[in-house]
């Protein structure tokens, strides 16, 4: 188990992170909130490259900085800029990480060709990385992560660069790695984690605002979200009086899904939230979405 | 059923004490010793590994040997040869090549976008940086002492006299450098470190020739040996805290 106490982390007068409290089991955690939210500065300190400036990290009851190589042995980290030597194959790039795991060569070797056809790299496992596109790359680094079969697996935007294809792969790959051990999923992209997460932390103004299961963080936007149809010269006057999620243009009108705790009007039909709906509306002000929701 | 309490056999002091340091040994893992830690991590990692960028070593150590000898050439056109001494020399470019091949491998790899996956590894950089510190200080020695030689050859130099004092300016600096990595981020840091020994030696022995010869040349051999082996000592203590205590302090 995984815990957090308490933590904050502040560089300098800043402050990124304020008294987080966390509780991690086996299972798939998403981790959503807008790019500069703080999720990778979480993350890096559950990697032990940042330490808290207050507050403590446990796994299984032991600080993880006393643990040292101890709890590195069990870590699997894919970072959000995943770096690579560009001379390397991917062969030659896993098996010196493999080395830096603590992995014999025949237990890397035998990994290696295993994690490079879960990933789907079979036919490149000898080709240069530089010549890979950033999709291989990424399944590069994510087949790293997994090298040493970490009870902890942390994964900072691990869907950057994928296709549809691979993303379904990947969500796949994960659930079946779920059952026995922690894996953290850091994401802006809420269908990377909606299916699969068995819980979501959403993280707001530096600290925690929801740590639940998908159905009850939809729970929160229940009877409050409805969809409607608005012919186009009154499109402009609903924009302005009602939280739009998303908008659909048809024929005649136009299909707007919004958020209101006003009486429901007989126009319109009470949907189901989702988390999409939700993220939306808790991340409404922030700048980096500004152009999603409005 | 009745219990007397008479019957229980209490533990005395010593008895408990001995008990609770048997839970204690046995409850907790063995911590591998530094030599055997830094062997097995050798083994588990492996030259090839720990020494990825040997062919850009080889070529930072060429590149500094032809510049040290560039620079002793040239000097010889400004200066009366008669009056360079030798051994300010060897005592200043010493920890050069020490420096070379050990923190520019470390300020290299922490530029590299690999860093933050290498940092978290079961053995990271710190740790192969703590081996290899120890493996290029020990070259260091070597190929100071073969450059040594062959100005012997030249020179009047007493061998053992011009090796203990390179010797002993090598992990003198070492130790001065290790002990600022370990307790400063900066990389300024490091540099004004670097110009101080270079510039602060250089200047002494510019403008006091006779006293710093004097003070380089008076110290005795034994002196010099002592030196060496306190700054060995204190230089290995120095890295097994790197070892233990970078940890502490966070590593980006």
């Not at chain 1, 990947?170 to 699969?196: A, G, M, P, Q, W």
Request: with cysteine; hydrophobic share 45%; charged share 20%.
């Amino acid at each position: 188990m995984l815990v957090l106490n308490d933590v904050t982390k502040k560089f300098g007068n800043f402050t990124a992170l304020e008294n987080i409290n966390l509780e991690f089991n086996h299972g798939v955690y998403g981790l959503l909130a807008p790019n500069g939210a703080g999720k990778t500065t979480l993350i890096k300190m559950l990697v032990t490259l940042l330490f808290p400036t207050k507050g403590e990290i446990l796994y299984n009851g032991a600080e993880i900085t006393s643990l040292d190589e101890e709890y590195r042995d069990i870590l699997g980290y894919l970072p959000q800029e995943f770096g690579y030597y560009k001379n390397y194959t991917p062969e030659k790039y896993l098996m010196y990480l493999a080395a830096l795991k603590g992995l014999n060569k025949k237990e890397a070797d035998k990994r290696i060709q295993e994690l490079l056809r879960t990933v789907g790299l079979e036919e490149v496992t000898r080709k240069k990385m530089k010549k890979f596109s950033g999709g291989m790359i990424q399944r590069v680094g994510i087949a790293q992560a997994m090298l040493n079969d970490p009870k902890i697996l942390i994964l900072d935007e691990p869907t950057a660069g994928l296709d549809p294809k691979e993303r379904a792969r990947f969500r796949k790959l994960l659930t079946h790695l779920s059952h026995d051990r922690i894996i953290i999923l850091s994401t802006h992209i809420v269908s990377d984690v909606e299916s699969i997460a068995n819980e979501i932390v959403m993280m707001k103004n530096n600290t925690i605002l929801y740590n639940d299961t998908v159905s009850n963080i939809n729970n929160t936007l229940a009877g409050s979200i409805f969809e409607t149809e608005v012919p186009f010269s009154d499109v402009e006057r609903f924009r302005d009086n009602y939280q739009i999620i998303s908008e659909r243009q048809d024929q005649e009108h136009m299909t707007i899904r919004f958020i209101t705790n006003d009486q429901a009007d007989e126009k319109w039909t009470s949907v189901t939230p989702t988390l999409e709906d939700v993220f939306l509306y808790v991340y409404e002000d922030d700048q980096t979405l500004a152009g999603r929701v409005s | 059923m009745k219990h007397n309490a008479r019957d229980i056999p209490f533990l005395n002091e010593s008895s408990k004490q001995r008990e609770i340091s048997t839970i204690i040994t046995n409850g907790l893992d063995p911590k591998a010793s530094f030599w055997s830690y830094l062997a097995n991590m050798y083994k588990q990692v492996g030259f090839r590994f720990m020494f990825k960028d040997f062919a850009e070593i080889l070529f930072t150590l060429l590149i500094s040997i032809v510049i040290v000898l560039a620079f002793i050439l040239s000097s010889m056109d400004y200066m009366d040869t008669q009056n360079v001494n030798l051994y300010t020399i060897i005592f200043i470019w010493s920890p050069v090549t020490y420096l070379l091949m050990a923190y520019l491998f470390f300020l290299n790899q922490k530029k590299k976008t690999t860093y933050e996956v290498e940092m978290t590894c079961k053995y990271n950089l710190h740790q192969l940086a703590a081996f290899r510190m120890l493996a290029f200080s020990v070259v260091s020695m070597i190929i100071n002492g073969l450059f040594i030689y062959a100005l012997n050859f030249q020179h009047d130099l007493n061998f053992l006299y011009a090796f203990l004092l390179s010797s002993s300016s090598l992990f003198l600096f070492a130790l001065i450098f290790l002990y600022v990595q370990l307790h400063t981020k900066t990389r300024a840091s490091k540099i004004i470190l670097l110009t101080i020994w270079l510039s602060s030696n250089l200047l002494a022995s510019y403008y006091n020739t006779n006293l710093y010869m004097n003070v380089l040349q008076q110290i005795p051999f034994y002196v010099y040996g002592v030196m060496a082996i306190v700054s060995i000592i204190l230089y290995v203590k120095n890295l097994k805290e790197m070892l233990l205590v970078k940890k502490m302090k966070g590593l980006i």
